[in-house]
Antibody, heavy 112, light 110 residues
Framework: EVQLVESGGGLVQPGGSLRLSCAASGFTFSSYWMTWVRQAPGKGLEWVANIKEDGSEKYYVDSVKGRFTISRDNAKNSLYLQMNSLRAEDTAVYYC?????WGQGTLVTVSS | QSALTQPASVSGSPGQSITISCTGTSSDLGGYNDVSWYQQHPGKAPKLMIYDVSNRPSGVSNRFSGSKSGNTASLTISGLQAEDEADYYCGSYRGTSSWVFGGGTKLTVL
């Protein structure tokens, strides 16, 4: 059974940092692109970033470029999202995904 | 990076069929066949219902079907059931390994 389990969310002040993790199991993690998608409270889905199987290519939505970094550790079957210079508009549930499988999400709240 | 355009809401009675549209541009939805549809119940993670325009993942009911014409994709749900009431999102590849979603459509089963 495929499982994607996010962790690392929480309350952080504007300008602060947070690192999200996604533990993957049930499939050959190193063979797939992986994606972060977020959903602000009461809003729609927004693609945030994705990363190639070997980590050699990374792509971001414009609004997080220069602030967020996606990475992975294939030896640990883990995906990460380092989020710096956080803003109120980054408040959202962050999902780790590899279609058709999605995690349950982790909530990030940016507020003073 | 503008989102794809979906109607805010649609409704239908049990047993009926409904269609949700998703409009993009030639730079995203119209230019690729990487179009997906997701179902999301309140408080739950999205669930993939359709991929590559019209393919259903294993386990998804054949009451769900997808199509595309030009810059518009469509999700049709036939034989509407109460459990289909949810939010639905379309998603499309838009080049350079990036993706875009629609704003979402709330389906109400009357």
């Amino acid at each position: 059974e495929v499982q994607l389990v996010e962790s690392g969310g929480g309350l952080v002040q504007p300008g602060g940092s947070l690192r999200l993790s996604c533990a993957a199991s049930g499939f050959t993690f190193s063979s797939y692109w992986m994606t972060w998608v977020r959903q602000a409270p009461g809003k729609g889905l927004e693609w945030v970033a994705n990363i190639k199987e070997d980590g050699s290519e990374k792509y971001y939505v414009d609004s997080v470029k220069g602030r967020f970094t996606i990475s992975r550790d294939n030896a640990k079957n883990s995906l990460y999202l380092q989020m710096n210079s956080l803003r109120a508009e980054d408040t959202a549930v962050y999902y780790c995904a590899r279609d058709p499988d999605w995690g349950q999400g982790t909530l990030v709240t940016v507020s003073s | 990076q503008s989102a794809l355009t979906q109607p805010a809401s649609v409704s239908g009675s049990p047993g009926q069929s409904i269609t949700i549209s998703c409009t993009g541009t030639s730079s995203d939805l119209g230019g690729y066949n990487d179009v997906s549809w997701y179902q999301q119940h309140p408080g739950k993670a999205p669930k993939l219902m359709i991929y590559d325009v019209s393919n259903r993942p294993s386990g998804v009911s054949n009451r769900f079907s997808g199509s595309k014409s030009g810059n518009t994709a469509s999700l049709t749900i036939s034989g509407l059931q109460a459990e289909d009431e949810a939010d639905y999102y379309c998603g499309s590849y838009r080049g350079t390994s990036s993706w875009v979603f629609g704003g979402g459509t709330k389906l109400t089963v009357l």
